[in-house]
């Protein structure tokens, strides 16, 4: 197993807020070689939340950051929307605005020769919408 290095804040903006989305920003990065993991997908991410004992909790956006706006020069770094549902996701709820939320946040894939790559982290994130 290779170990990745996952590092993750909040994406949230007052300026422009998604409505039904928290949003998160993570990078992703070899452990040993220090260069950005760019190329993964929605599938390569997990989440694990207390929210999670309550309701549905998705990620229903990702989009990887390109270095100085390049955009084939991914950077490693995504932008997560996670979002909350009831009923199997039938149907959509706010988050409370101003309230906080821990996430742990954990990257897996396997490379071509089927060697897995993992790594997490943990982040609180506080709603700054709706």
Not at 8 to 32: C, N, P, Q, R, T
Not at 65 to 75: E, F, I, L
Not at 107 to 129: A, K, P
Request: hydrophobic share 40%; aromatic share 10%.
């Amino acid at each position: 197993m290779a170990r990745l290095i996952i590092e993750a804040v909040s994406g949230e903006s007052k300026f422009s807020d998604i409505m039904f989305h928290l949003e998160l920003f993570v990078s992703v990065s070899d452990a040993k070689t220090g260069i950005p993991v760019s190329g993964l997908r929605p599938e390569h991410f997990r989440l694990s939340s207390p929210v999670g004992k309550l309701f549905d909790m998705t990620i229903s956006s990702q989009t990887e950051a390109a270095w100085d706006g390049v955009q084939n020069d991914g950077a490693g770094c995504y932008s997560l929307g996670v979002s909350i549902s009831k009923d199997g996701g039938k149907q959509k709820l706010e988050w409370i605005e101003g309230e906080f939320y821990p996430f742990g946040i954990q990257v897996r894939f396997t490379d071509d020769q089927n060697e897995l790559y993992m790594g997490q982290t943990v982040v609180r994130v506080q709603s700054l919408g709706k």
